[in-house]
């Protein structure tokens, strides 16, 4: 399902010019998918080398990538720094009327997202073909109208456009901008 290349400077000129020990990064390209990479990451990304994983997926965005699917199962920790790193990626690919998914974490990884809250703005699958087969089914799909569970209690909202709306359960007021991200004002 998967096409992988030998090498990631085969997908993306001069990737792996740049390497960190605590953690590897390998590319993999859907061919039947517009704009999507798979990235496998294995090892660890906390405060010492969350810039190196920035720059190595900026490397990737600047290749017009604008689905990505980060294969977690080797990944054993994440720091909230990484978190942060995540949260940063799947914004500004929201402009872009893209995403990022997350997919096999481990269970200690997991953890971390919800601890710091951010499970809820993630869209994370059990696997590859789950994956894969969210961007297939949603390749075309338009933002608006928007359907989505409120951050605080989590009753279903729909919205026609962007705006600001207050939660009709919890009064919870969040502002929901032109790519459909939502924030809690």
């Not at 080398?49 to 980060?70: E, H």
């Not at 990484?82 to 200690?108: M, R």
């Not at 894969?132 to 799909?141: K, P, T």
């Not at 933002?143 to 989505?148: E, S, T, W």
């Amino acid at each position: 399902m998967v096409k992988k290349l030998l090498k990631n400077d085969d997908i993306i000129s001069s990737f792996d010019n740049d390497k960190n020990l605590l953690l590897k990064i390998n590319l993999g390209i859907i061919p039947d998918v517009d704009n999507l990479m798979v990235i496998t990451l294995a090892g660890y990304i906390n405060a010492y080398n969350c810039d190196y994983f920035s720059k190595q997926i900026s490397k990737v965005r600047q290749n017009q990538i604008t689905k990505l699917i980060f294969h977690c199962s080797s990944l054993n920790y994440l720091s909230s720094t990484g978190i942060g790193a995540f949260f940063s990626i799947a914004k500004d690919l929201q402009k872009e009327n893209g995403n990022i998914i997350l997919n096999s974490l481990q269970p200690k990884v997991y953890e971390v997202f919800k601890i710091v809250g951010f499970s809820k703005h993630f869209i994370i699958k059990n696997n590859l073909e789950e994956s894969i087969n969210y961007f297939r089914e949603n390749e075309n799909e338009p933002i608006f109208p928007k359907q989505f569970n409120c951050p605080v209690c989590k009753a279903l909202l729909k919205v026609k456009k962007p705006g600001k709306y207050g939660c009709k359960l919890c009064s919870t007021i969040m502002k929901i901008d032109n790519y459909g991200v939502i924030s809690i004002s």
